[in-house]
């Protein structure tokens, strides 16, 4: 306290030599744009002066002369400002007097502890009282003033408890609480954002300096649930939307730190409830500021989302994945629910903003895929992701939201990851089956979401001609390259069996046989992709085809070299003779082939 008044004199010069200088400034400028206006004034009345002859009665037109280019003169001249700094030198260098005197006070015992508290309290309510007198004439003054008010009764209040034990930690939570809602009401009626940040700000550091551990869990976190509260009703009644980010920090900060060190498993339905209720209103102010009012994202709206995002699944996750991971995938489920209610409203009511339409699927499917890796494991987390990325792209076709289109990729990409690790890492049974087996499966599944991928573009085309072209193009290359793989797969495992083997993941074969049964099977599959792409002129698919016979052909000039005699001759004949037959088909019966195929 004995120092406090020498830092707010400090803060008043350092703020209002900032000041000074941009209203000197503002002067210039302002005399500049007078004498620019006056100008066009007096140009536009010499023309007016020097106009034609009148107009007639009967053309009922009416010539008015140009006016002067409206301007707000600055009300405040250079020597108006000469007199407020000597003034408020006069002001320092009396409240610096003053502080002197307190200080000297305060050493000598001539003012106790409780005397003390309470000249602090006076200073900051005649601090306040006065920032209110000159609120109308001078605005930034007055923030000032009014700000130092509620630092000085904050710390009032806290010296009381923590520097002279006059108060118990209750009384001095109340007292803070007080303060906080004093702020809070004089920003909302003045109009003063600065003012309710450090009101709010103020608000926060409460529980920090009293303890939450003296005040207990229940009343701190009831006391931050109607303080985010009020942050949300100003945001809904004044747009300040950095008080929701500091509230934002200040619950998850007093959170965190009560979790990693006093909770316990007996807390856990309370702590869940609280989690739950600021998930609700810092969600509830992004989507105030994005869909009720219509704006465009900003930098500030997507550090708020990812950031409530973010810290509610970090805090439900670290509660439950230990013994209710039911309950968090169910949880992590419906909140991609509500993220993806809420995307498709963003999306209606402001489709301009594309940021925010491929942000805003992102966080549902984020969740919603994070809740299939906590419930399933195994082949079961690909295959479940393949189904999502499925219906994301139906939900794209069906809103033509590219959010949800772009969201459908990545899952579809992670899908096809966590299937390869699966097939890779797989290890046959005793009663493995050809084509009767999981990997297969999988790939199978894999290679139908492609296609139906496919097919949604095709149907229902995308957000433009160019997207839907390639969409289409990209997944069907996927799933014939996927169908290859599995063929070859297949093919490896079988002669693999066949010869006591074990079963490998990808190989060209074991011995000859294999591998050319795994030429035979690439030219039959090409030349069927040939004759398809060529009957119903699919570019794609007969590209491919042809890319797969330049590739088997190679292949087979490759495999002669470790191959018998009787091997060399049977690939090299059953491969020349796929290729020519392919050839013949089209030209001679290409158009049947448009009627069968």
């Known amino acids: 306290m004995d120092y406090l008044f020498f830092i707010i004199i400090v803060i008043m010069f350092f703020y209002h030599g900032g000041k000074i200088n941009r209203l000197e400034k503002l002067i210039k400028d302002g005399d500049k744009v007078v004498k620019n206006s006056q100008t066009q004034a007096t140009s536009a009345t010499i023309n007016t002066s020097t106009a034609p002859a009148p107009v007639s009665m009967t053309d009922q037109t009416i010539v008015t002369p140009a006016q002067p280019v409206s301007t707000v003169k600055p009300d405040i001249s250079s020597e108006e400002m000469s007199g407020r700094i000597i003034g408020r030198i006069g002001i320092g260098a009396v409240i610096i007097g003053v502080a002197f005197f307190l200080k000297y006070a305060f050493d000598n015992n001539w003012v106790g502890p409780s005397g003390r508290v309470m000249i602090g309290i006076l200073v900051g309510a005649v601090l306040v009282g006065i920032g209110l007198w000159l ?272 969201m459908g990729v990545v899952v579809y990409i992670l899908a096809l990851l966590k299937l390869f690790q699966y097939v890779f890492t797989y290890t046959a049974p005793v009663g493995y089956v050809i084509f009767f087996n999981g990997p297969f499966v999988m790939l199978c599944l894999a290679i139908a979401v492609a296609y139906a991928i496919a097919f949604v573009y095709y149907r229902y085309g995308s957000v433009s001609y160019d997207i839907r072209i390639r969409g289409i193009s990209a997944f069907v290359i996927i799933a014939n390259v996927l169908t290859v793989y599995a063929l070859t797969n297949q093919i490896d495992a079988y002669y693999s069996l066949q010869a006591g083997l074990p079963v490998s993941t990808f190989s060209l074969g074991p011995n000859q046989n294999a591998t050319t049964t795994v030429s035979i099977a690439w030219a039959l599959y090409a030349a069927l992709l040939t004759v398809i792409g060529f009957a119903k002129k699919y570019a794609v698919i007969r590209r491919i085809g042809l890319i797969l016979f330049i590739i088997t052909a190679c292949k087979v000039v490759i495999d002669v070299w470790n191959l018998g005699q009787i091997y060399r001759i049977v690939s090299f004949i059953a491969f020349g003779v796929i290729a020519l037959a392919v050839s013949f088909i089209y030209v001679k019966y290409r158009d049947r082939l448009k009627d069968i195929v």
């Open 135 to 406: 609120r109308k004439k001078y605005l930034g003054y007055s923030d000032l003033l009014m700000g130092g008010g509620l630092a000085v009764l904050y710390l009032s209040v806290y010296s009381a408890y923590a520097l002279y034990q006059l108060i118990d930690p209750m009384t001095t939570f109340m007292g803070m609480i007080i303060v906080t809602v004093i702020g809070v009401v004089i920003s909302i009626i003045e109009a003063t954002q600065t003012l309710s940040i450090i009101a709010i700000v103020g608000g926060y550091l409460a529980p920090a300096l009293v303890g939450v551990s003296l005040v207990g869990p229940t009343i701190t976190f009831t006391y931050l649930t109607i303080l985010n509260g009020g942050v949300l009703g100003i945001l809904v009644y004044k747009k300040w939307a950095p008080l929701v980010l500091i509230g934002l920090a200040g619950t998850w900060l007093h959170f965190g730190s009560w979790l990693m060190t006093s909770y316990n498993d007996t807390l856990l339905v309370p702590t869940l409830f609280f989690i739950l209720l600021q998930f609700i209103i810092f969600t509830a102010a992004s989507v105030i500021r994005l869909i009720m009012e219509k704006r465009k994202a900003e930098e500030i709206d997507y550090i708020l989302l990812a950031v409530t995002a973010v810290s509610f699944a970090a805090a439900c996750f670290s509660l439950l994945d230990a013994q209710y991971k039911d309950f968090l995938s169910l949880g992590f489920a419906l909140t991609a629910v509500l993220y993806g209610a809420i995307a498709l409203v963003a999306y209606k009511e402001n489709p301009e903003d594309r940021t925010l339409n491929i942000f805003l699927p992102g966080l549902s499917v984020a969740f919603l895929t994070a809740a299939i890796a906590i419930e399933f494991s195994g082949s079961w987390v690909s295959a479940w992701w393949l189904i999502e990325a499925l219906v994301l792209y139906i939900v794209a076709s069906k809103s033509s939201s590219r959010g949800y289109q772009v």
